[in-house]
């Protein structure tokens, strides 16, 4: 063998490497999409007494799990109940800790001390807006 197999569900292109790049690509930011989409899912799913545990017992602002690309991520943000009901009206938008942001795919729009509101990029907007829980 000359080199590296190429996977059969890549389109045979000469030299590879585009086609191939660019399939990367595109599965890690839908990916990093789908799993911003499962935390926002969670959050939503979840009730206001245990958002509130989730916050500690000695804050009165509610805790939600970050809502990263990171499957892994267990961070725990904690936002006033008014700008997570602000965040879900637009289904594209997420919040999470700073420096969770992931650039390739989304823009911070809002920068808090203890939380980032990001926009997901048009490229894999469709796939946050079918799942959004709440359309």
């Known amino acids: 063998m000359l080199g590296p197999a190429i996977p059969e569900c890549l389109p045979c292109v000469p030299g590879g490497t585009t086609a191939t790049l660019g399939f990367m690509a595109q599965s890690r930011e839908e990916r990093l999409a789908r799993n911003e989409a499962s935390f926002r899912s969670l959050n939503d799913s979840l009730g206001a007494n245990v958002h509130q545990r989730l916050s500690g017992s000695e804050s009165a602002v509610p805790g939600f799990v970050c809502e990263c690309g990171n499957g892994d991520c267990e961070d725990i943000i904690q936002v006033q ?25 989304e823009e911070v729009v809002q920068r808090k001390e203890h939380y980032f509101v990001v926009r997901k990029h048009e490229e894999v907007a469709e796939i946050v807006r079918e799942t959004d829980p709440r359309s």
């Open 81 to 105: 109940l008014a700008v997570y009901e602000e965040t879900r009206r637009d289904p594209c938008l997420f919040l999470l800790r700073p420096g969770h942001e992931a650039p390739d795919v």
